[in-house]
């Protein structure tokens, strides 16, 4: 197992303490606080692990991975915000270890360990957990664009 994966629990403890409760459920609806912490330290965690972070209008973030110059990009994701008073793997689960997943083919590419011919894109939909806003009709709309189309033709990266 690699130090992402075995990181994995660790990362996602420190991910859910934003909006903890005592119950171990989380409140981190869209745009709260808690929301903006956990996407600040995400942003911070793709940029460690090579990824260039993208923004598109309705405030997803896209942390970008190329590995194959013009090839499409594979998606994987979800939201790190929550519903209210949700369980903490409302969403957040999904985005982390998509992350981790992408963090370690871009880490085994290079040596020849897995062979890749798609790029690789991880999602954190803004307001998809309709508690506060929603952007459900958006999140299908992205998913058949191409990169271009969701996040713009210039790179707005975040550090």
């Known amino acids: 197992m690699s130090a992402l994966h075995q990181a994995l629990p660790r990362d996602f403890r420190r ?3 934003n909006g903890g409760l ?3 459920g989380v409140e981190c609806q869209a ?3 808690a ?3 956990n996407r600040q330290w995400f942003v911070g965690w793709l940029i460690a692990r090579g990824a260039t972070v993208y923004y598109d209008a309705m405030g997803n973030e896209f942390g970008l991975v190329e590995l194959c110059p013009g090839a499409p990009y594979v998606m ?3 939201h790190l915000d929550s519903q209210p008073r949700a369980g ?3 969403g957040a689960y999904g985005v982390l270890a998509g992350a981790t997943v992408c963090a370690e083919l871009y880490r085994a590419a290079p040596s020849g360990e ?3 011919t798609y790029n690789l894109c991880v999602v954190n939909w803004t307001g998809s957990a309709p ?3 929603s952007s459900p009709a958006d999140v299908r709309r992205a998913a058949t664009r191409r990169r271009s189309d969701v996040v713009g033709p210039r790179p707005r990266r975040r550090t």
């Open 15 to 17: 991910m859910s303490r």
């Open 31 to 33: 745009a709260t606080t």
């Open 88 to 90: 903490r793997f409302d």
């Open 131 to 133: 508690g506060r806003a």
């Open 114 to 116: 897995t062979e890749l």
């Open 76 to 78: 994987v994701g979800s």
């Open 35 to 37: 929301d903006g912490l």
């Open 22 to 24: 005592e119950s171990g």
